[in-house]
């Protein structure tokens, strides 16, 4: 079975830093490529950063380009997202997303993390 | 920037039938994905490739796309069904991997 489990949320101050994890299990972790997805309090889901399998390829939504890093451990099947310089608009729950083998789009979701930007 | 435009809010009575569309510049043409997510709950897909169901979802729930519009529809609707709905597809930029619609709150009246 398919398990992505994301940990790390918080309550940071702006301008603070966080270092969000999925954990994934029940698949090859290393032939996927993972996503980072947040939803703000009451909104819409918005992609913010991919990386594909090998680490070669990494892309970022406008918004948080600058200042959030997407990394990948292939060993410990393990997805990261290094948070800097947050902003109280970055407050969301943040999900880690497989994609589908055409990455077309995601077929499994974390339950997600929490991250709230405030002081 | 590729967007994807979704009504706010649908309501049906139950065993109706829903309707939840998705515009956008030429969808038809690209593959689209529908989710389903309830209050405190992470997206669950419903349809895959415009059409197609996973496995486990019911045949009440279905999938059409052309031309400017995707549609996703479920028949004999249920107070289960009540949930917001998004839309999405792969616009394959480098600042825009996936783009989701704004959703759709179907209310079950």
Redesign the interface.
């Given at each position: 079975e398919v398990q992505l489990v994301e940990s790390g949320g918080g309550l940071v101050q702006p301008g603070g830093s966080l270092r969000l994890s999925c954990a994934a299990s029940g698949f090859t972790f290393s032939t996927y490529g993972m996503?980072w997805?947040r939803q703000a309090p009451g909104k819409?889901?918005?992609?913010i950063s991919?990386i594909s399998s090998t680490s070669n390829t990494i892309?970022?939504?406008?918004s948080v380009?600058g200042r959030f890093t997407i990394s990948r451990d292939n060993a410990k099947n393990s997805l990261y997202l290094q948070m800097n310089s947050l902003r109280a608009e970055d407050t969301a729950m943040f999900?880690c997303a497989r994609e589908?083998s055409d990455?077309?789009?995601?077929?499994y979701?974390?339950?997600?993390t929490l991250v709230t930007v405030s002081s | 920037s590729y967007v994807l435009t979704q009504p706010p809010s649908v309501s049906v009575a139950p065993g109706k039938t829903a309707r939840i569309t998705c515009g956008g510049n030429n969808i038809g043409s690209k593959s689209v994905h529908w989710y389903q997510q309830k209050p405190g709950q992470a997206p669950v897909p419903v349809i895959y490739y415009d059409s197609d169901r996973p496995s486990g979802i019911p045949e009440r729930f279905s999938g059409s796309n052309s031309g400017n519009t995707a549609t996703l529809t479920i028949s004999r609707v249920e107070a289960g069904d009540e949930a917001d709905y998004y839309c999405q597809v792969w616009h394959s930029s480098s600042d825009h991997h996936w783009v989701f619609g704004g959703g759709t709150k179907l209310t079950v009246l």
């Open positions: 996503n997805v819409g889901l918005e992609w991919y892309y970022y939504a406008d380009k999900y589908r990455s077309s789009g995601p077929d979701w974390g339950q997600g | -």
